[in-house]
């Protein structure tokens, strides 16, 4: 996909783009969008040709985001899955000692993963935010070369800053789930997961159960579920399922026709394969 | 409770702090903590006789938190449950027009949820971070006169500041649920809710079948249930279950005692009533 362009959760050198380019290398086009609603609808548009955004556990946003747009926005399909290990970095202009450090800088969440550490490291530090991880790397060499920013490796190097410490996040196993985006089912691998969107009829116990019966009888296992409001109102919810399987499988095309009969919509984000990150 | 001291995610003047006033007046002594984890530990450790946190759809940082916390840190149980609604405020020292309006600062997620209202009605203006809706309103109030906040009104009273538009988040129906943390189990009410944690002893299909099944075929209706990956691996849940009825409930009591049985833990949270609030 040399040729294609994907848009991307930015700023450049966030998390994202530095998962991004493990997959991808340096010589794709990619272009960094302000929102995961507008890579997500870029994609549904044609504005891009394929779409790379988080969908689980991520530092630089709420990813609910992304289970919510694809569900009533679009009809863009998941056909990638990758799992990348998040590690903040402590960067700056200067090899900063704690007494001639003025701030640290960082999108509130990173700050907030790192909050152990710089109470221990940094005591008494003034913490500032930015709205990015990448933007701070930014603050940091162009504004306030006294102060240090939570960041990526990629954004130091872009921002030509050095790496103080790495990995200093307080929960060591830090994994995101990242998804390229299209408008296509991918083929079948073998080794594929599916997604699919169940939205309840009504509030009644049973009605998940219902959908859960139906793949356990058949042997299906699931690896996520995950009930989500709908817009509407607290208390209303549809459920986001990840099963094994492709939806070519006999038996998942089955489960889901049956779905389909008994509950009021089953949407398909995706039969996708699971793809490993190269460090 | 007007002698004790309630502990809340600071700092003063955000959505947390403006929900709790209405729950217990102006004349309750409380007190901000940094971090979800800290109002939790300091219930645990005694150090404020309860706590308020969100733990659902907030604006002020990941509710994930607060049912990790729950879960595995501490045995603080939820005695009360709350549901307000949450309105975004764009508020500044004066009455700023488009053309003099230097810049938009808020909490990244707050403005991530005005970003339609910003670019229809302020184009192309600069969005800053702060680490929090209140901070940002204090930053308006004591350094950037020509810049505007998105945050709560009650930060506009505390920072002396004028409410220049009201309700200016995208969608308009965005509520939140936050709960009173202490060390009881609350009284029995006719209208309680239970949570309960689920751990699933290895990753097969139908074992959250088999709790579901416990509830449906005994008329319980659950309100929420959520997976969320355990902090060992990707892709290793436990669930997050709320339902309704009270833990004195005999069939609760004995779905509970059945589960317990079945699975490797099943930690209760609380049995406590839901409570409106008077806006």
Known sequence: MT?????????????????????????????????ISEVINAV???????????????????????????TFETDVLIEQEFVDSISHNLISRFDLTIDKLEAVISHPQATAQCRGYLLKNFPGVQIEAANSTAEAAKIVSEERGSAAAISTKLAAEIYGLKVLDEDV?????????????????????????????????????GSLLEILQAFAENDVNLTKIQSRPTRKALGEYYFFIDLEGHIEDEKITNIIALLRSKLREVKLLGSYPKVKIND
């Open 3 to 35: 040729k294609s362009l994907i848009g991307f959760l930015g700023p450049s050198g966030t998390f994202t783009e530095e998962a991004l380019r493990k997959i991808v290398g340096k010589d794709q086009k990619t272009t960094p969008l302000p929102s």
């Open 44 to 70: 549904q548009n044609g504005d891009v040709d394929k779409g790379f955004v988080a969908i689980e556990n991520s530092i630089e946003g709420s990813v609910n985001t992304t289970l919510d747009v694809l």
């Open 169 to 205: 996040q307080d929960f060591k196993d830090n994994q995101t789930r990242f998804v390229m985006l299209g408008d296509k089912i991918s083929k079948k691998t073998g080794r594929d997961k599916t997604s699919i969107v169940c939205f309840i009829k009504t509030d009644r116990p």
